[in-house]
């Protein structure tokens, strides 16, 4: 395994973009067998319900490529939601509010990095572990109920637009590129990339890579506040279950997008491809009225064989 | 007690005793919780109680029997609460159609079979690390559920079926008896038979296993089949408790179920742990889970109390390694 590690470049494109053909493929499909889907207002709805996703999973690529995975995501997602929306609807002040949903997400980041580097938990228990926790909390300051009578103007974060550029998309825009140059032309990226594919080398050139994974998880958290308030404002309140279950969707669209869960190679555009992906896939099948379950179980089904394929090539590798 | 002592068969004989000594700890810490319990609400020291925790146990303990299999390979199935919803919406339907509670039994336990051996080929044959497949798993088995069901809810069963779940033979619940019988089942299988052995092996050092000869993959799937008819098993008990079936039915009861293995000392690495141990787990975490009932905390507060408890039970794992 490590020498398998040392021999490859840490960063490494995929052989074939399988992510690119089933893009193009579900589009097709969806192209010939809805008559609505090319339409473009569908188009940019696509787009517009995408980017919650894509803030889930752009720190969720960086997190899968420490060898991590963090589950905790859709259920801090909806507490630091449910957050916003009290904290909005009693004082009024969105600024307020943001800040509440981006220190949950801290917090829960900190909790989750400090349990994976600290106490070296397997990440996906110790996820498992605060996934219960944070649900357990949305359900106790919400005591169960919708939080109700957000006030319109949060609902601009979402449904405004500047230049005739819905805010969600150049909100999505600015974080893939945010995440593009974070990974590829900062040493914070490079070190990531060596938190997945060699540790030993980053304890022997001295980086303190515990402070670093635990930067890695808290960027998962605060990201996860910011796609909070994208939430609140398009469904106008705070539900204790709203995104229970999204870190799936997340962890999907990175896997589809080539990411690989053992070896430290990430690939930022194949997780936008990823996101895109799950996002035709949901609007393709809503439109041919595919009840969501069935959605969630062809994401799942889809997951699998992205895993089966990126066990394929690592075989052949 | 000598269940602890056959574990690592050739290891060193300090971890004979080490593991025993874990196991004691455990057995006190049910104990004093017990005590504490008894202190703090009257409630608790009834009988009516006592048999209550014993019934919740049960119902844990089925979920978390299979568990252990897996996560002695050093794996995890994360996709068990989504199958009793699964195999129990499926029991009902042919209880329903058919009227036979005993063909009822066995779809319910051969669905839950099936999605275990699709979970074993995806860990074995496919390579997929085990909480990555099973995840996934978990939502197919929940969109299938869902759209299986479409909201509705089917109820009514024969009396003689709710027996298994609600019924009583000499004062104590069935489902306690079934308890016991899994209990020393799955005791004797671990810790007595060959492919149990093998199991241990498998999780303590997988390439060494194979190397030995030990089909491995095999092995595998036949752990991921077992934690699936135990999530058949306990779909059936509960649905005869419930006398419903809907297609949540046993969402909540995942981080439990992993939790009670932890607590009762296996390790997530593999090659560690008893189903002795689950048992014990699965009381001391039904023994909280009832404590915080008894004294009327509210319900939301569970999922945190059990997440805690997983990272808690990880942790004590971890630091016992980094002593030995």
Request: aromatic share 8%.
């Amino acid at each position: 395994m490590s020498d398998a590690a040392l021999s490859r470049a840490p960063v490494r494109l995929p052989a074939v973009p399988g992510v690119a053909v089933a893009l193009a493929g579900l589009a097709l499909l969806f192209a010939v067998a809805t008559p609505g889907f090319l339409s473009a207002g569908n188009l940019s709805n696509i787009m517009v319900q995408s980017v919650i996703l894509l803030l889930l999973a752009l720190p969720m690529t960086l997190i899968i490529m420490t060898e991590g995975l963090d589950l905790s995501m859709g259920a801090v997602l909806t507490l630091a939601s449910l957050v916003l929306a009290l904290t909005v609807v009693s004082t009024g002040s969105l600024m307020l509010g943001l800040a509440g949903a981006v220190g949950v997400g801290l917090a829960f980041g900190l909790i989750n990095g400090w349990l994976v580097a600290g106490l070296s938990i397997p990440p996906f228990v110790a996820t498992l572990g605060t996934m219960g926790a944070a649900q357990g909390l949305a359900l106790i300051v919400s005591d169960g109920q919708s939080v109700v009578g957000i006030p319109r103007f949060v609902r601009q974060a979402y449904s405004g637009d500047v230049l005739g550029i819905p805010n969600p998309v150049l909100i999505g825009a600015g974080f893939y590129a945010l995440f593009h140059v974070l990974l590829y032309h900062t040493r914070f990226g490079t070190y990531i990339c060596a938190l997945g594919g060699n540790r030993d080398a980053l304890t022997l050139a001295g980086v303190k890579w515990k402070r670093l994974l635990v930067s890695v998880y808290m960027l998962g958290g605060a990201m996860a506040g910011i796609a909070a308030l994208l939430m609140t404002a398009r469904m106008n309140s705070g539900h204790p279950t709203a995104a229970i279950g999204m870190e799936f969707d997340a962890i999907a669209a990175v896997a589809l997008g080539g990411t690989s869960f053992e070896k430290g190679n990430g690939w930022i555009f194949g997780t936008l491809m990823g996101v895109l992906t799950v996002g035709v896939l949901r609007n393709g099948l809503n439109l041919m009225a595919v009840p969501s379950s069935v959605q969630v179980a062809c994401i799942g089904a889809l997951v699998i064989f992205a895993l089966f394929l990126d066990g394929m090539r690592s075989h052949k590798s | 007690m000598s269940l602890a002592g056959d574990i690592s068969a050739g290891a060193p004989r300090i971890h004979l005793s080490q593991d025993m000594r874990q196991l004691i700890y455990r057995l006190l810490a049910a104990g004093l919780l017990c005590l504490a319990l008894s202190l703090a609400s009257e409630a608790f020291l009834t009988a009516n109680n006592i048999l209550n925790v014993l019934r919740q146990a049960s119902l844990l303990f089925f979920l978390a029997s299979g568990l252990t299999l897996v996560i002695l390979t050093g794996g995890l199935d994360l996709s068990v609460g989504a199958n009793i919803g699964l195999s129990a919406c499926l029991a009902a339907t042919v209880i329903k159609a058919t009227g036979s509670p005993v063909l009822g039994t066995l779809t319910g336990l051969a669905a839950g079979c099936m999605v275990g051996i699709c979970n074993g080929l995806m860990v074995a044959k496919l390579r997929i690390p085990s909480f990555i497949a099973t995840y996934g798993m978990l939502w197919v088995l929940h969109g299938v559920t869902y759209y299986y069901m479409g909201g509705e809810t089917i109820h009514g069963f024969p009396p003689g079926f709710r027996q298994i779940g609600s019924g009583y033979f000499l004062g104590i619940p069935i489902p306690v008896y079934l308890m016991v019988g899994f209990l020393v089942a799955g005791t004797l299988f671990a810790q007595r038979t060959v492919w149990g052995q093998q199991i241990y092996a498998i999780g303590a050092n997988p390439l060494a296993a194979r190397l030995t000869g030990i089909p491995v993959d095999r092995r595998l799937i036949l752990v991921y089949a077992f934690s699936g008819a135990m999530a058949g098993v306990a779909s059936i008990v509960f649905l005869a408790r419930l006398n419903s079936a809907e297609g949540d039915i046993g969402e909540a009861m995942t981080l439990p179920a992993i939790a009670a293995v932890l607590i009762g000392g296996a390790s997530l690495f593999g090659g560690v742990g008893t189903v002795f141990g689950t048992f014990v787990g699965a009381l001391i975490l039904t023994l909280v889970l009832n404590g915080m009932n008894l004294l009327a905390v509210n319900a939301s507060w569970q999922p945190l109390v059990t997440g805690v408890i997983v990272i808690f039970a990880v942790w004590l794992d971890m630091h016992g390694r980094k002593k030995a």
